[in-house]
């Protein structure tokens, strides 16, 4: 069993910029980021394969974000630009045992508890 722990969320004016970090315990291989709003359904922002070479993002979110991971440190980060109010919501880090690149919620098993990112306007 994978066991990730997110940080870095809070509260941040639009515009700003915000840095989400997750740590790893255990094998990972394709990881991503989600996030859910009050109310509404849980939906991918962002995944990255094991060594880092493709990347996918949520129409939403390209161009503003950007996911990367250091192995080394057994990390995943999100940085967060250009924050708009609408991206407030509780951000998942999730694993996935698969290698290929996925962005479906069905192939992440492990998930993180989650981290509050609330942007004011």
């Known amino acids: 069993q994978v066991q990730l722990v997110e940080s870095g969320g809070g509260l941040v004016q639009a515009g700003g910029s915000l840095r989400l970090s997750c740590a790893a315990s255990?094998?990972?291989?394709?990881m991503g980021w989600f996030r859910q709003a009050p109310g509404t359904e849980r939906e991918f922002v962002a995944a990255?394969?094991?060594?880092?070479?493709?990347?996918h993002y949520a129409d939403s979110v390209k161009g503003r974000f950007t996911i990367s991971r250091d192995n080394a440190k057994s990390t995943l980060y999100l940085h967060m630009n250009i924050l708009k109010t609408e991206d407030t919501a509780v951000y998942y880090c999730?694993?996935?045992?698969?290698?290929?690149?996925?962005?479906?919620?069905?192939?992440?098993?492990?998930w993180g508890q989650g981290t509050q990112v609330t942007v004011s306007s």
């Open positions: 990255i394969t094991w060594i880092g070479d493709k990347t």
């Open positions: 255990g094998r990972t291989f394709t």
């Open positions: 999730a694993a996935s045992a698969k290698v290929l690149l996925t962005t479906s919620e069905a192939d992440f098993a492990s």
